[in-house]
């Protein structure tokens, strides 16, 4: 094996690792637990929510040369430096982050060490965080290079016994929309919010490793996204059927994170709970120590390095430690109406990037997102609030994808309405003529 093809196995491991964290451990075998047997439905659903937009946002980010902000810039400075902003602080210190040390405590600690102190226990997690954040440059190589391999034994583990002794029959499902309910689980994990930001750092990181050419590191980088998105799809795959086979024993207001718990131990017995605990461990801290490197280059650049990478990642971690200690259900909670609203016009600009070059009119970004965003706000008002019953009736709506028609709409209506830039590129073309 060569340097390069080393390199690219390296950096797909760490992006499999910092993506493999608390939601992705706990969301499947959920999945599997409420659909039964339509868990392919509901796998699909979520595949194509959680790695298929991971991977388009690791193309887009990688297009941008590795800069987050670049993908939103087309959409106006002022929204993009909201939207960017927003997307960091969630998959940052808000919720991905705490979420990586609760869920450890909860399944992984708490299961064998019944009396340790949750608070206790995230001083230590979080202050391992740091340390082995502190030097960005590092990051990739200690988690791709020994605690990702860690990480996947330990699941193969795990899910090669649920296949050879599966734990129940798969019975039918008895709720609808299983496509819709895999999207809304894929949303949850942040996989494709992460992957704008933990592209980044493995852009970084390929960089540092002596590819200068944008060509070479895009490559890559991608090949790296798609190496981590085939782990997934089986981790995924192996983890939602564990899920359904258990669907007749457990009612589905059972916690997430309890469900994995019960069903590793039905598996594995005592030693079922180290190994879950060693899983948990090791894919809640490789996420949780991307997210507060991504975090931390981000709000590093944005403040032109007035603020210092180190003295960020250590505000990351102060306030994650206090968050975590909510709990992983609150956590869970508290997150579902973000996500919501920052998902759609994330996907819009990811998409929108990728098809940038064919777009020389900056108001078909600017009119799509603002509609994205708008539809957002009003299913949040509709589930939490006052009912708009419209919004139920577009196409698409039961997918969860009520906000495309519209953005759609949008967005040809953006390409017939002159944007300043394009009058500046075209007096500019002028004058050169």
Request: neutral net charge.
């Given at each position: 094996m060569n340097k390069k093809q080393r390199d690219i196995l390296v950096t797909g491991f760490a992006l499999f690792a910092m993506f493999f964290g608390a939601g992705n451990l706990i969301f499947p075998p959920f999945l599997g637990l409420i659909t039964g047997s339509s868990w392919l439905t509901g796998f699909t659903g979520f595949i194509l929510a959680d790695v298929g937009l991971s991977l388009l946002a690791i193309l887009a980010i990688a297009k941008c040369n590795g800069e987050v902000g670049e993908i939103f810039s087309r959409a106006g400075y002022k929204l993009s430096i909201v939207l960017s902003c927003a997307i960091m602080i969630c998959i940052g210190p808000l919720l991905a982050i705490p979420r990586t040390a609760a869920t450890t405590f909860e399944m992984g600690v708490q299961p064998i060490f019944s009396n340790l102190n949750s608070i206790i226990f995230s001083i230590v997690f979080f202050s391992v965080t740091l340390l082995l954040t502190i030097r960005p440059s590092k990051v990739v190589d200690i988690i791709g290079s020994y605690l990702t391999p860690a990480l996947l034994v330990s699941l193969l583990i795990l899910i090669g016994m649920g296949?050879?002794?599966?734990?129940?029959?798969?019975?039918?499902?008895?709720?609808?929309?299983?496509?819709?309910?895999?999207?809304?689980?894929?949303?949850?994990?942040?996989?494709?919010?992460?992957?704008?930001?933990?592209?980044?750092?493995?852009?970084?990181?390929?960089?540092?490793?002596?590819?200068?050419?944008?060509?070479?590191?895009?490559?890559?980088?991608?090949?790296?996204?798609?190496?981590?998105?085939?782990?997934?799809?089986?981790?995924?795959?192996?983890?939602?059927?564990?899920?359904?086979?258990?669907?007749?024993?457990?009612?589905?207001?059972?916690?997430?994170?309890?469900?994995?718990?019960?069903?590793?131990?039905?598996?594995?017995?005592?030693?079922?709970?180290?190994?879950?605990?060693?899983?948990?461990?090791?894919?809640?801290?490789?996420?949780?120590?991307?997210?507060?490197?991504?975090?931390?280059?981000?709000?590093?650049?944005?403040?032109?390095?007035?603020?210092?990478?180190?003295?960020?990642?250590?505000?990351?971690?102060?306030?994650?430690?206090?968050?975590?200690?909510?709990?992983v259900d609150t956590i869970i909670q508290f997150s579902a109406p973000i996500l919501t609203v920052i998902y759609p016009p994330t996907i819009v600009l990811v998409i929108f990037t990728l098809l940038g070059q064919f777009i020389k009119n900056d108001n078909v970004f600017k009119f799509a997102t603002y509609t994205a965003l708008f539809m957002s706000i009003l299913n949040i008002i509709s589930d939490y609030g006052l009912k708009i019953s419209f919004i139920n009736n577009l196409p698409l709506a039961s997918l969860g994808f009520n906000w495309l028609v519209p953005v759609i709409i949008a967005s040809v209506i953006g390409y017939f309405v002159t944007s300043n830039n394009s009058k500046e590129e075209s007096q500019t073309d002028d004058v050169t003529a």
């Open positions: 296949i050879v002794h599966p734990l129940g029959t798969v019975e039918p499902s008895t709720v609808d929309g299983v496509f819709s309910i895999g999207i809304f689980q894929g949303y949850q994990t942040l996989d494709a919010l992460g992957a704008v930001s933990l592209s980044a750092v493995i852009f970084t990181s390929v960089a540092n490793k002596g590819y200068t050419e944008k060509e070479d590191k895009i490559k890559i980088t991608f090949k790296a996204g798609i190496i981590a998105g085939i782990g997934l799809f089986l981790v995924y795959g192996g983890l939602t059927y564990l899920g359904s086979t258990v669907s007749t024993m457990f009612d589905t207001n059972i916690s997430q994170a309890g469900l994995i718990v019960s069903i590793t131990e039905m598996l594995l017995g005592f030693p079922g709970k180290v190994i879950l605990g060693l899983i948990v461990t090791l894919a809640c801290l490789t996420t949780a120590i991307g997210l507060t490197s991504a975090t931390g280059q981000y709000f590093s650049k944005l403040s032109h390095n007035k603020i210092k990478y180190e003295v960020i990642v250590a505000i990351v971690c102060l306030f994650s430690l206090v968050v975590s200690n909510f709990g």
